[in-house]
């Protein structure tokens, strides 16, 4: 079964005027073309990578078509670090950047640094991770709840509608995991009323190191009763993944359904250790961003919300066509040397 689906696209673009940009992205001036920083919630999870091979790809398309656009990657080494990426925030205020694509690591912490940014006519795109507040641009990403639901849906049909299962959280104010927790935890509710949930109030951590802790002290407790797990992103669903095999319990004896795509996950699924991704379109995220940014800045109008897709993987589906281009992103080819 193949679950595929998309949202609302890219609003018309207009072009600006201008010039030549630093083509490297690293900084200094952007002459009269537009200096753009996109902030992730962190820069080790491979998620981040394709959302900046996004944002350089529409870069790219933006300098080719008269648009002089600079990129700036820049962001919290960790997930966990909101001081950091809030004074990140702060200091491109300072340096009066063009604009900012900014996926919120806190849904609250940086409402402050958000509507600051606002006030010094600098706007701002949220992409991946909602905010408690509309002074944005418009919101750029998936539509996490119902991903969510794919995820509670596709493990009830696994379980055959009954036992019980796990959902570890991932972090308390990522807004984006938030949602697809809820989605997972109505599905499941509304649909399969034999299926007890045994456990969904804990949190994993930001780290494969803390997940796989928090997965253990889990699984010591319900491990015996546990037929399904359900993990809202991909530091989770591997470091879930690692204590269940190191149980001896993998390859299908606890079905486990998680979210977005790592080089380990896709081994675990292709193992059978791992029975259903919920993907994510994350260069296309990145490149929306701003290319939406890029339009606001125009004077186009933009859609307050755009959606840019979710799919439901499994090792089946996982050689379709449509399918391999979210698990093979061409990263080299915005990322590599040069670009």
């Known amino acids: ?93 300072a340096r009066e950047v063009d604009g900012m694509v900014l996926a919120p690591l806190d849904d609250k912490a940086l409402v402050r640094p958000v509507e600051t940014a606002g006030k010094a006519n600098i706007p701002v795109v949220i992409i991946d991770s909602g905010l408690q507040s509309d002074k944005y641009a418009s919101f750029v990403a998936t539509d996490n709840y119902l991903g969510g639901r794919m995820g509670g849906e596709h493990l009830g049909e696994l379980l055959g509608g009954k036992g019980n299962v796990l959902m570890l959280r991932y972090a308390v104010g990522s807004a984006s995991t938030t949602k697809r927790e809820e989605g997972f935890l109505d599905a499941i509710k509304e649909k399969y009323p034999g299926i007890k949930v045994l456990s969904s109030d804990q949190y994993s951590g930001a780290t494969r190191d803390l997940a796989y802790t928090a997965s253990q002290n889990l699984l010591s407790r319900y491990g015996n009763e546990v037929n399904g797990v359900f993990c809202p992103n991909e530091s989770v669903t591997v470091s879930m993944t690692k204590a269940i095999r190191d149980l001896g319990k ?19 699924l292709e193992a059978g250790d791992v029975q259903g991704l919920v993907v994510q379109n994350p260069i296309r995220m990145g490149y929306l961003g701003v290319k939406t940014l890029a339009s606001h800045i125009s004077e ?32 080299e080819e915005y990322l590599g040397e040069g670009n």
Do not use: Y
Not at 251 to 266: C, P, Y
């Open 300 to 331: 186009a109008k933009v859609e307050k919300r755009i959606d840019t897709g979710v799919a439901m993987v499994t090792k089946e589906n996982m050689g379709e066509p449509e399918i391999q281009e979210l698990l093979n992103p061409p990263l």
């Open 250 to 268: 993998a390859g299908g004896n606890v079905k486990i359904v998680g979210f977005d795509t790592s080089v380990q996950s896709l081994r675990d």
């Open 1 to 93: 079964m193949k679950s595929w689906q998309l949202g609302a696209a890219c609003a018309a673009l207009i072009l600006v005027a201008g010039c030549g940009s630093d083509p490297d992205g690293n900084g200094g001036s952007a002459g009269d073309g537009l200096e753009i920083v996109v902030i992730p919630k962190g820069t080790t999870h491979e998620f981040w990578k394709s959302i900046h091979a996004g944002a350089k790809k529409a870069e790219r398309e933006l300098n080719a078509t008269g648009q002089p656009v600079k990129i700036i990657w820049k962001g919290p080494l960790k997930e966990d670090d909101r001081d950091e990426q809030i004074k990140v925030v702060e200091n491109f205020i």
